[in-house]
């Protein structure tokens, strides 16, 4: 049985997406995870794969005093990866990226053991940029960013299929959503998004004339007595049910969960995360609207936020171009390279 580990993290967006991959190979193949005490750790431990871990740095973009500890500590992370992946022996490593992959992918090319990676962005990030040419193949979610790289290949986005799986009528059930009527679904992000929170609730009296809202608002946000038609929760696991419940969506523009909206045929109201950040959210979404495939509201422009929806609703055209679209899961692309790979 050949052994594959897996590791990215530093988000539930790198976390989400190789779950989806390992699960479909957990029967065929050994697994194991590899990362650093962040969420993957949290979102591993729900799981029965085993999970391992090293404390990597991650770089903060401004001015901090933790960065002048990041060689020392950089070097301290490769050395355990290497004690690591000597004594585990995978016969490949697969990364979808973020600071906390970093360490394995070294140690991986320094013992010669094959590597694939996968970016969700448009624009690569600086942990893809630095283990590009480590890696056998950069597998992409998006074709133009597989052309960025001499050893790119596009394969789309990998999703878990329980996403296809779930009906309406059941999962409005689950939610205790009313059974008719449109419902909006509010996504913030794993930690809740903080400016699409307050919007929601600046403008709750006149969204909920026209919506039921599911508002998924991150860990300690929770609205206290909320209102009849305003259902919370602070992290949801069943992602399938949560899609399947609504008629369309308000979230930030982080690539796998645009990626599922427009393969599921959500509209999206899309508010790409810009302060403290490298961009990559608002590169996605203007990408995506260049298409017709989605809105974009700037966080700047959220005192709009239910004319923006409403426009949404009316965009004919973008309920064309969903209708139409040809984006569906890349998780058996990505099956396929690997298979490729260990054979």
């Not at 897996?6 to 390992?22: D, I, Q, R, T």
């Not at 422009?301 to 949404?312: I, R």
């Amino acid at each position: 049985m050949k052994y594959i580990l897996f590791c990215g993290g530093g988000s539930a967006g790198h976390v989400v997406p190789n779950l989806a991959v390992m699960n479909e190979l957990k029967y065929t193949h050994r697994i194991a995870y590899v990362g650093t005490g962040g969420i993957e750790k949290r979102l591993l431990a729900e799981t029965n794969f085993p999970f391992f871990e090293i404390d990597c740095p991650k770089l903060v973009r401004s001015v901090c005093l933790d960065n002048f500890s990041i060689p020392k500590r950089l070097h301290r992370a490769k050395k355990e990866a290497i004690e690591l992946l000597t004594r585990e022996k995978p016969d490949l490593v697969v990364s979808k990226g973020g600071y906390a992959s970093y360490p394995a992918v070294y140690a991986a090319h320094k013992l010669k053991i094959p590597v694939l990676t996968h970016e969700s962005d448009l624009k690569p990030g600086l942990t893809t940029k630095m283990i590009a040419k480590k890696c056998n193949f950069v597998l992409t979610s998006f074709p133009e960013t597989a052309g960025l790289f001499p050893n790119g290949r596009y394969v789309g986005s990998p999703m878990r299929k329980e996403l296809f799986r779930s009906e309406k009528g059941r999962a409005r059930r689950k939610f205790q959503l009313p059974p008719e009527g449109k419902v909006l679904l509010v996504l913030g992000g794993g930690s809740g998004s903080r400016a699409i929170n307050e919007a929601v609730h600046e403008n709750l009296s006149r969204l909920l004339k026209k919506y039921a809202i599911l508002h998924l608002c991150g860990k300690g946000n929770l609205m206290e007595d909320p209102p009849e038609g305003y259902f919370q929760r602070e992290f949801e696991n069943d992602m399938a049910s949560a899609y399947a419940a609504c008629d369309l969506v308000l979230s930030r523009a982080g690539s796998n969960t645009v990626f599922e909206t427009i393969a599921l045929k959500k509209p999206a109201l899309l508010v790409p995360l810009e302060k403290n950040s490298r961009g990559d959210q608002l590169f996605n979404a203007l990408y995506f609207e260049k298409r017709h495939l989605a809105k974009i509201l700037r966080e700047s422009e959220l005192s709009a936020l239910p004319e923006a929806l409403e426009s949404l609703e009316e965009d004919k055209e973008l309920f064309k171009a969903l209708s139409e679209s040809e984006i569906k899961s890349g998780t058996p692309q990505i099956l396929q390279v690997i298979r490729e790979m260990l054979n």
